[in-house]
T-cell receptor
Framework: DTGVSQNPRHKITKRGQNVTFRCDPI?????LYWYRQTLGQGPEFLTY????????KSRLLSDRFSAERPKGSFSTLEIQRTEQGDSAMYLC??????????????FGPGTRLTVT | GQQLNQSPQSMFIQEGEDVSMNCTSS?????WLWYKQDPGEGPVLLIA?????ELTSNGRLTAQFGITRKDSFLNISASIPSDVGIYFC???????????FGTGTSLTVIP
């Protein structure tokens, strides 16, 4: 399977715990994006990377949210001290930076977070 | 952030009918994408549009980039049950930067 993969697919955690999600982009894609999607809404942009550089992070929802892409391959999104309002689907997408399809973002299956 | 308005919000149609939906914005976009999302899954890219006035097809799907660059349209011909899902438009103002997503159109196809 050469698509974007995300792990875990589902995560249930108690309020106050930290959680970390992983995203593996399509192998030749340099750009990686994180989005959050709540029920009945479209995806909401959080942050993106080009290779290992985080080029936009002002949209991260609070300082409890952080993302890394240390070697320019997979990325992790961490939420510290989770709150019930963090319950959502967290989506990762990747895109190339060259070629005809440079503008197209391909999504993974998402990680569904439930905070109890 | 930017808000993209999609209409209609939901549609219930008979199998075989054609479907039209649209997406409007208060801002000008350089790229429009259309996605379909099934419950519990990530959005799947259907069509990408790069130029004002562009009309692009993918099988039974046809999408258009509005000439004002503030809107886009998606048509589905001869709908089938597997067309059921939520359709999202997404617009991008600058290359490589974030996409802004619409509110979605939920499509139900009645066999």
């Amino acid at each position: 399977d050469t698509g974007v993969s995300q792990n875990p697919r589902h995560k249930i955690t108690k309020r106050g715990q930290n959680v970390t999600f992983r995203c593996d982009p399509i192998s030749e894609h340099n750009r990686l994006y994180w989005y959050r999607q709540t029920l009945g809404q479209g995806p909401e942009f959080l942050t993106y990377f080009q290779n290992e550089a985080q080029l936009e992070k002002s949209r991260l929802l609070s300082d409890r949210f952080s993302a890394e892409r240390p070697k320019g391959s997979f990325s992790t999104l961490e939420i510290q001290r989770t709150e019930q309002g963090d319950s959502a689907m967290y989506l990762c997408a990747s895109s190339p930076t060259a070629g005809f399809y440079v503008y197209e973002q391909y999504f993974g299956p998402g990680t569904r977070l439930t905070v109890t | 952030g930017q808000q993209l308005n999609q209409s209609p919000q939901s549609m219930f149609i008979q199998e075989g009918e054609d479907v039209s939906m649209n997406c409007t914005s208060s801002s000008i976009f350089n790229t429009w994408l259309w996605y379909k999302q099934d419950p519990g899954e990530g959005p799947v890219l259907l069509i990408a549009l790069y130029k004002a006035g562009e009309l692009t097809s993918n099988g039974r799907l046809t999408a258009q980039f509005g000439i004002t660059r503030k809107d886009s349209f998606l048509n589905i011909s001869a709908s089938i049950p597997s067309d059921v899902g939520i359709y999202f438009c997404a617009g991008q103002m600058n290359t490589g930067n974030q996409f802004y997503f619409g509110t979605g159109t939920s499509l139900t196809v009645i066999p």
